[in-house]
């Protein structure tokens, strides 16, 4: 199971120049870690991976992946942890769950045990709004993490925050991916994360570091 | 399909909560929906009362009525004689009444009255008389026996009021009236045939007015026709103009609802992009958010012009519509009953309308919308 991304080129519309050009890596069943100044494309290219983007030129090939493409892939298959988090306000922390998870067809108890992990079920009647930022980063990493899925891609999930939020959320999804076969691809430049990385790639020199 | 269920009862939730928080919009909705729906009641009950009058008018037997005359003189008239003048047989195939009368050329004295019309018929028993003479008069008492000369020949009639037919001819004066065998010597002097044709469609009417024509034009015949048929086919004209008139206000209304719903809806999709493409992240494809942006106006629309046709019906109870001069309302009922279902129709094509800016929307790649 694996993601290639082949001789990919990205312009954004309405602009000149391409975010990269003729550019390929594989996702493999690991936490792969993209490192790179802000700018250079991590996020455009965990988008492109996820298929929330089209690239101008090249593919995005989904290689032992359920449905990998369809509606039912996003459903059930990916998650993807934005990094503006894109999380309902005025929702409960377990609304927001609850809404990911019916639609992917998993039970909200099922959600318990991520909560827990991430300091969360205390909190689970509060709406979102009243959360702080550390919290609201907690929430996204749960409504991701909840879902099981086979492809989870983390855009910045810590970026901002402090050691303790940082901790809680290296260990969640430090177990989520040791105890389930996922592909993992975060983009970070906190170099906070890299312990839990199988993979490190540095988007600025696209060199890959096996650790 | 739990998630189907699922997501609709959310995205319905959604809508109503955006309802209770911005009254404004869905109260926009509404009110201009309920607004073009008075507008287009009045137009369609309008159309509908002047759709009445005209059929009446186009169905109205002395609307459908032509008076064919044709003179004879002394060089025809015998001819016209012998030959049997077998015209109103043609004519009593069109269909509908035929009533043939000859204005002969020569007067009838009865001492007061020395320049009476003479009328002669084919048969008197089609108009329900015996063979005799009849002196027809609105004025002199029925059943008053007169006597008259006609060219030295002396009778004696007896005093009838007019038909209808004849009333046509006669114009309020007297006349002698008796059978085309009893006047032949007076009518070979020359006479005036006049037909008076009820038809019963205006297609018969037209074809009437085609034969005088060909008679005009192949047998150079002097005969004429009077007939409202120009008026008539104006009258068509202006019904068939009526089911036009409908079909563009359907489609105004239409037009009119998609882009105050389209404006409102855009405003709204811009609002909720990101919820919108949160869900799409989640799975949901963009024809289940767009279906129920469509669903959502259609029946907002639907619902506004139903509220109009209300207030109109519920106004048109209470007011005296008579003393306006306005009661061509009176029949808003029939807006519920089938009259309204054009304007609703254009309601709903409003609603289908406005979700054109949101599909344009929904088709923004998510990764663009969700940084």
């Known amino acids: ?211 | 399909m739990n998630w189907l269920i699922f997501i609709h009862s959310y995205l319905w939730k959604n809508s109503f909560r955006r309802w209770f928080e911005q009254p404004l919009s869905l109260l926009s909705k509404l009110v201009v929906s309920a607004l073009l729906g008075i507008l287009g009641a009045f137009v369609i009950l309008g159309i509908k009362e002047l759709g009445v009058q005209l059929d009446s008018r186009l169905t109205d037997r002395d609307a459908l009525t032509a008076v064919i005359a044709e003179t004879q003189n002394t060089d025809t008239a015998i001819s016209r004689i012998d030959s049997g003048m077998s015209d109103s047989k043609s004519w009593s195939r069109l269909g509908g009444d035929v009533a043939t009368f000859y204005q002969v050329a020569s007067y009838a004295d009865i001492g007061t009255e020395r320049t009476l019309m003479v009328i002669a018929v084919n048969s008197m028993e089609k108009l329900g008389l015996v063979d005799d003479f009849f002196i027809v008069s609105e004025s002199r008492p029925k059943g008053q026996k007169l006597e008259f000369e006609i060219n030295g020949y002396r009778s004696e009639g007896t005093v009838i009021p007019p038909t209808e037919e004849m009333k046509t001819i006669l114009l309020g004066r007297n006349a002698v009236l008796g059978e085309v065998g009893r006047l032949v010597g007076s009518m070979s002097l020359g006479f005036t045939e006049t037909t008076i044709l009820r038809t019963d469609s205006l297609e018969n009417l037209e074809q009437a007015v085609s034969i005088v024509a060909a008679m005009q034009k192949r047998e150079n015949r002097k005969v004429f026709i009077q007939s409202n048929l120009q008026i008539l086919r104006e009258l068509k004209k202006i019904r068939e103009i009526q089911a036009q008139a409908l079909i563009w206000v359907t489609v105004v209304s239409g037009a009119i609802l998609g882009l105050v719903f389209g404006s409102l809806a855009w405003m709204e999709f811009r609002e909720e992009r990101y919820l919108l493409a949160l869900i799409r992240s989640f799975g949901i494809g963009s024809g289940t958010l767009l279906a129920h942006s469509l669903v959502e106006n259609c029946l907002l629309a639907v619902a506004g012009v139903l509220i109009g046709f209300s207030c109109l019906s519920i106004t048109t109870r209470t007011v005296d519509l008579v003393a306006l001069n306005m009661s061509w309302l009176g029949s808003t009922d029939s807006l519920f009953n089938g009259d309204g279902l054009v304007l609703l129709a254009g309601a709903a094509l409003g609603g289908l309308l406005s979700g054109i800016p949101v599909a344009i929307g929904l088709r923004k790649p998510l990764g663009l919308v969700l940084t």
């Open chain 1, 1 to 211: 199971m694996k993601i290639s991304c082949d001789a990919l080129t990205y312009r954004y519309p309405g602009t000149r120049d391409n975010i990269f050009t003729d550019f390929s890596i594989e996702f493999p069943t690991h936490v792969t870690m993209l490192r790179g100044y802000s700018g250079c494309g991590k996020s455009t290219l965990l988008r492109l991976g996820a298929g929330m983007l089209k690239p101008s030129s090249g593919a995005v090939r989904m290689e032992g992946i359920h449905a990998a493409g369809s509606r039912e892939f996003f459903r059930k298959e990916l998650s993807f942890v934005f990094q503006n988090l894109n999380l309902l306000p005025l929702a409960s922390v377990e609304r927001n769950l609850s809404i990911s998870l019916r639609i992917a067809g998993i039970d909200l108890g099922q959600a318990q045990k991520w909560l827990e992990i991430l300091g969360l079920w205390d909190l689970r009647g509060r709406t979102v709004e009243r959360l702080s930022g550390g919290q609201r980063q907690r929430v996204a990493i749960a409504r991701a993490i909840a879902k099981r899925p086979k492809v989870l891609f983390l855009d910045e999930p810590t970026s901002g925050l402090d050691d303790e939020n940082t901790r809680i959320i290296k260990s969640a999804v430090k177990e989520f991916t040791s105890e389930r076969n996922t592909i993992c691809v975060v983009a970070t430049h906190d170099q906070r994360l890299e312990e839990i990385a199988d993979e490190l790639v540095d988007f600025h020199t696209f060199v890959s570091l096996e650790k």
